[in-house]
Nanobody, 123 residues
């Protein structure tokens, strides 16, 4: 079992920044990738970014490339999502998730999910 707890969401104006954190505990190991997904109101959950256990491999959705940065702190088993130049269309509930494997971009590959944190970007 892997437990995930997100924090850092909130309300921000367009163009602003937020940093999300996700603390992982339980059976985390070298073959566990951590990722961020989001679910806008009335829409499907979508991939945002993922990072390998070592932090050496990352993948981003096209919609966030150049604006969001994912990072992983191995000592504390925490993954971060730095979100800059936020847009109203980034408004969503953001979820942290864990998957077995080096890297994973599909929500169907993820077995463990956090409770989600709301990000609202006003225009």
């Amino acid at each position: 079992q892997v437990q995930l707890v997100e924090s850092g969401g909130g309300l921000v104006q367009a163009g602003g920044s937020l940093r999300l954190s996700c603390a992982a505990s339980g059976r985390t190991s070298r073959d566990v990738a951590l990722g961020w997904f989001r679910q806008p109101p009335g829409k499907e959950r979508e991939f945002v970014s993922t990072v390998s256990w070592s932090g050496g491999s990352t993948v981003y959705a096209d919609s966030v490339k150049g604006r969001f940065t994912i990072s992983r702190e191995i000592a504390s088993n925490t993954v971060y999502l730095q979100m800059n130049s936020l847009r109203p269309q980034d408004t969503a509930v953001y979820y942290c998730a864990a998957a077995k494997g080096l890297i994973a971009t599909s929500k169907y590959e993820y077995d463990y999910w956090g409770q989600g944190t709301q990000v609202t970007v006003s225009s």
